[in-house]
């Protein structure tokens, strides 16, 4: 569970982040949304540890951050993983190295013991025949399997992804995001979402938080947000004419 | 006030890249690939320029040699000092920083743009250890590429001496020997251990805090470019000032 208590985060005379709390629950999709310049980005960088807040803080399993010993961080940070909005994968290793490369930094297993980890979490995201490819020769939507295949491979009890589906078909987008719901469920890990996409929204998103110029506006489940009443939610989420027809669908339907 | 803050965080970077190190045996294969990348691969264009480079020195000495008192010897003396003084560890060095140098800049810079620089840092390596290292410890064996240019370089002087015929082959070696000192093959390679740390670190230190895209990739290049030349220009004035002054 991560427990983010009131933090504030400033670039110089830039106030992102002006003291957001809230809940991240173990096993479920987390979703956080909001205009691009809300301070999604800045929000999850802080979840990762790759910015410190000035104020409040962030606690990993009633552990805050900054009480952690530099190793200690060290050891929270391999119990993280992240998907990139570019899945960045490291080029110049095929997809077997990319999803390999935690396991040879951080661990002392054996080639062997690390090819058989490998295989089966490449098997996991359906990848099964590209492990000598290099990130260039493989689609979109495969570079962010192998990306999430990168993530899990240490086990994680942290999961986090910034954008997973940008850039993707609408089918692979489902597909992507499917997968992070079946992971996060399998593995009981404590997942976070970043992204625009509202179909993610009604697909997997279980909790919903909304930034709005760097505070926490609303949050709810995405049965919630098809009820809520608060204008810039409903302004953000149904901006398109289809998702103001599910909404009155459903609502017809709750009716 | 710029350029003092960049300083500052060249000197941190610098701190941070023998901070927290990698793995050897992870380790061990990037010093390897990055001397095949550096070293073995500008062996080529190193070898080029200066057998050319050597052969012009000699050339360009002959066609200044008017006074028949002068020996013809003075040729290979010539091209001796000034490829070992100069040509080989300074001439050589600014050309490894547009070729090496770039190279590093845009690949790390290329690193940073696709965020592979923060998947390396949410794992909790350190990035710097990781990139820099390697390149810093393979540039070690830059002084054997210089060596190398030395060698071709006075090669190239003879080839161009004799078969020029401004000179015999016995006259061109009897100037080679003359007035000797150990100490300068010393000093060449003092400097070129001191700019092979400059070639690995400054466009490193351009290619990791570049921002931007594509574009801003290609300029750190080109900026990194620029200040490598700047510092070996400097620290070889400096270096010529306190090993020969």
Known sequence: MIEVRDIHKSFGDAHILKGITTTFEKGKTNLVIGQSGSGKTVFLKCLLGLFEPEEGGIAYDGKLYSEHTDDEKRDLRQEMGMVFQGSALFDSMTVEGNVMFPLEMFTKQSKSEMKERVDAVLKRVKLIDAHHKFPSEISGGMQKRVAIARAIVMNPKYLFCDEPNSGLDPKTAIVIDDLIKEITEEYNITTVINTHDMNSVMQIGEKIIFLKDGLLEWEGTKNEIFKTDNEAVTNFVYSSDLFKKVRQMYIQEQN | ?245
Do not use: C
Not at chain 2, 7 to 26: D, H, L, N, Q
């Open chain 2, 1 to 245: 006030m710029n350029y003092l803050a960049s300083v500052g965080s060249y000197a941190i970077m610098i701190r941070e890249v023998f901070k927290k190190p990698t793995k050897w045996r992870i380790m061990k294969s990037l010093i390897l690939k990055e001397i095949d990348e550096l070293i073995f691969s500008s062996l080529g264009i190193i070898i080029f320029i200066s057998f050319f480079i050597g052969a012009v020195v000699a050339i360009q000495t002959a066609l200044n040699l008017t006074n028949p008192l002068i020996p013809r010897d003075l040729i290979g003396f010539a091209t001796r000092q000034s490829v070992i003084l100069e040509f080989a560890p300074t001439f050589v060095s600014i050309i490894m920083a547009g070729k090496v140098g770039s190279y590093i800049t845009s690949s790390i810079g290329t690193m940073r743009v696709t965020e592979q620089i923060d998947a390396l840092e949410v794992m909790g390596v350190n990035s710097l250890n990781y990139l820099v290292f390697p390149k810093i410890i393979a540039m070690l064996f830059y002084p054997f590429a210089i060596a190398i240019s030395m060698y071709v370089g006075i090669f190239g002087g003879w080839m161009a001496g004799v078969f020029g015929g401004f000179l015999t082959s016995e006259d061109f070696i009897t100037g080679l020997q003359s007035d000797f000192v150990p100490f300068h093959i010393a000093y060449a390679f003092v400097k070129t251990l001191i700019f092979a740390f400059v070639i690995a670190t400054i466009p490193s230190f351009h290619g990791f805090y570049m921002k931007g895209g594509a574009l801003e990739v290609g300029k750190a290049s080109t900026t990194s470019f620029v200040w490598t030349s700047v510092v070996i220009i400097i620290l070889n004035y400096i270096l010529t000032q306190l090993l020969l002054g």
